[in-house]
């Protein structure tokens, strides 16, 4: 009879053998894939929020935008004697600064100091209207705008 070879390994363990190397390896790339996969749904994640934000931040600004501006002041109330109509044609004739007494002579009237004194008085009145401003103590103009 012959005597079995000690060299040769048993057929079944090294089988055996190999399908445990292979399942080894092929634990250890499940282990590393699913590393990877975990990676790659928190950077997921991160960008899907960064893109939230960007879309709410789109979303706030197209409504702002939309939102009606704030209310515009009511334009200024001109006073209904027909002096202050005459006031402010001269003023939009000349479109530049007047003082009572040359809006005197530009409506003709007599420059006695009560008289200049009243056209004063009524160019003060629109002043205090937003009408017209006094860039300097007595010179008035219409606002720029």
């Known amino acids: 009879m012959t005597a079995p070879d000690a060299r040769r390994p048993d057929p079944g363990t090294w089988l055996l053998d190999r399908l445990d190397a292979r399942e080894q390896a092929l634990t250890c790339q499940i282990t590393q894939t699913q590393a990877e996969i975990d990676t790659l749904t928190a950077l997921v994640g991160e960008l ?10 789109r979303k706030t600004l197209l409504s702002l935008a939309e939102e009606d501006p704030a ?27 007047l003082r009572a007494r040359d809006l005197a002579l530009a409506m003709d009237l007599p420059l006695t100091p009560n008289g200049i004194q009243n056209l004063r008085a009524k160019l003060k009145r629109l002043v205090s209207r937003g009408i017209l401003i006094e860039t300097e103590p007595g010179l008035f103009t219409q606002p720029r705008p």
């Open 48 to 57: 899907s929020e960064q893109v939230e934000h960007l879309r709410i931040s």
């Open 71 to 97: 209310p515009a002041e009511p334009p200024p109330v001109i006073p209904d004697h027909p002096a202050y109509q005459q006031i402010l044609t001269i003023f939009g004739e000349v479109g530049e600064s």
